[in-house]
């Protein structure tokens, strides 16, 4: 009998040792864990940033090509770049009864101003062009008689600022003209033209028309001559 108290005793002691030991274990885990678990994790402070802001700008772009390649000069009917002029004019000539006076056309080539007047006068740099052509009029002289003359034209042209004349591009032209060939067989006789007009856009995609009027003066040798109010206009292209 003592021995199975003895052996019951023993067992008990066992159990309650156990317990002990595992309650103990358990505890040490838990604080464990906490000590691992628990403890605030610091936040991690955001990278510091310039408070210089950066600003990336391209590089220029580069003028190299536009300074070496120039547009070339725009190309006309016969594959040329020269500038001509084609136009017609009636001239109602002093002296005359009726209106039949002379009827004409002339074909200029045009020049710009090697000389650059027109910057030096306050106007722009291409202000003055000059023309140089050929002409052909007929008709009746300031004494009624009949006149023919193939003239040479030698004329200076300058535009003043662009729609400074109630919105049009005006001009003035002065020139001489040398007969070539006139009534008769006649060669010789200079006479002259000058005049003013504006520029007009015809609406067909061509240069400015110009229409002018002005006072003109034509002599065949000695034998005619004709002078008085010209009416004209012209056509600008590119051969």
Request: net charge neutral; with cysteine.
């Amino acid at each position: 009998m003592k021995n199975k108290t003895l052996f019951v005793l023993a067992i008990t002691l066992v159990v309650v040792f156990c317990i002990a030991d595992s309650a103990s274990a358990s505890k040490v885990v838990r604080k464990s864990v906490r000590k691992v678990v628990e403890p605030a994790i610091a936040p991690v402070p955001p990278p510091a940033t310039s408070t210089q802001e950066v600003i990336l700008t391209p590089p220029p772009a580069s003028t190299t090509e536009t300074e070496v390649k120039l547009p070339g000069k725009k190309k006309g009917l016969l594959g040329w770049s020269q500038n001509a002029d084609f136009g017609a004019a009636y001239q109602l000539c002093s002296g005359q009864q009726g209106l039949l006076g002379l009827i004409g056309a002339r074909g200029d080539f045009v020049f710009d101003d090697p000389w650059q007047l027109g910057g030096k006068v306050g106007l722009a740099q291409d202000a003055v062009q000059y023309k140089a052509g050929i002409g052909l009029y007929f008709g009746n002289d300031s004494n009624n008689n009949p006149i023919s003359t193939i003239p040479l034209f030698g004329e200076a042209i300058i535009y003043l600022p662009e729609n400074c004349f109630f919105g049009y591009d005006p001009y003035f032209n002065v020139g001489l003209n040398f007969n070539l060939y006139g009534t008769n067989q006649t060669f010789g006789g200079i006479g002259s033209q000058f005049g003013a007009g504006i520029l007009v856009d015809s609406g067909l995609g061509l240069e400015k028309t110009a229409i002018g009027i002005g006072f003109n003066s034509f002599n065949v040798g000695s034998i005619r001559s004709a002078s008085g109010i010209s009416l004209s206009f012209s056509q600008p292209i590119i051969l």
